[in-house]
């Protein structure tokens, strides 16, 4: 059973256009959420990260937000630049598992010229 | 500079032989992950260590074996009972607390000939 789940396996915006990749989760001791970008034949790199007592976490043109109630967050990029095309993967830990992440299956973003 | 080693960048095997992939790194983590990423797919955790001389199994550790001898390095071993051992293959390590979150190697494509 997937504790996170991305639904988009794909996702194509044009550039200057804001993307926004969805994450959703069951798991409800879960209180640490991060988000990874990884090229191809290449290490997954963080990127961005937001605690539970949090709704919003900004930077720079990375914005998450998390919906508690939902079991839902987002991850926003404004603009989108080419740069950008990647799989992003959501990640999310719970207070009584360490340090463990579960990751959801990832969602390939392409931003067109 | 710290980091996480993964070597080599490319791996060919012929079926029926044991390969080693190797994973060092110099962050001074206590924790090691192995995971598997297939074409499409996401991160699947084949096996993990939180300390020295101790690992446990993830989702899909059948045909793979692993060591913790030393904080630095986290071998894996893909045997001959791997079914489908081509893929991707993913270290990484983490320090104490979840806001560290994961530092990835920049993986060891493995392919069967």
């Known amino acids: 059973d997937q504790q996170v789940k991305q639904n988009s396996p794909s996702l194509s915006v044009q550039e200057g256009r804001i993307s926004i990749l969805n994450c959703d989760y069951t798991?409800?001791?879960?209180?640490?959420f991060l988000w990874y970008k990884k090229y191809p034949a290449e290490g997954p790199t963080f990127l961005i990260s937001i605690s539970s007592i949090k709704d919003k976490n900004e930077d720079g043109r990375f914005t998450v937000f998390l919906n508690k109630s939902a079991k839902h967050l987002s991850l926003h990029i404004v603009p989108s630049q080419p740069g950008d095309s990647a799989v992003y993967f959501c990640?999310?830990?719970?207070?009584?598992?360490?340090?463990?992440?579960?990751f959801g299956g990832g969602t390939r973003l392409m931003v067109k010229p | 500079d710290g980091g996480i080693t993964q070597s080599p960048k490319y791996l060919f095997r012929k079926e029926g032989q044991n390969v080693t992939l190797s994973c060092e790194q110099n962050l001074n983590h206590d924790a090691m992950y192995w995971y598997r990423q297939d074409p499409g797919q996401g991160l699947r955790l084949i096996y993990y260590s939180q300390i020295v001389n101790d690992f446990q199994k993830g989702d899909i550790a059948e045909g793979y074996s692993v060591s913790r001898e030393k904080k630095e390095s986290f071998p894996l071993t893909v045997t001959s009972a791997q079914k489908n051992p081509t893929a991707f293959y993913l270290c990484?390590?983490?320090?104490?607390?979840?806001?560290?979150?994961?530092?990835f190697g920049s993986g060891t494509r493995l392919t069967v000939v």
């Open positions: 990484a390590s983490s320090g104490t607390g979840v806001s560290y979150g994961y530092t």
């Open positions: 990640a999310a830990s719970a207070y009584n598992a360490g340090n463990m992440l579960t």
């Open positions: 798991n409800s001791m879960f209180d640490y």
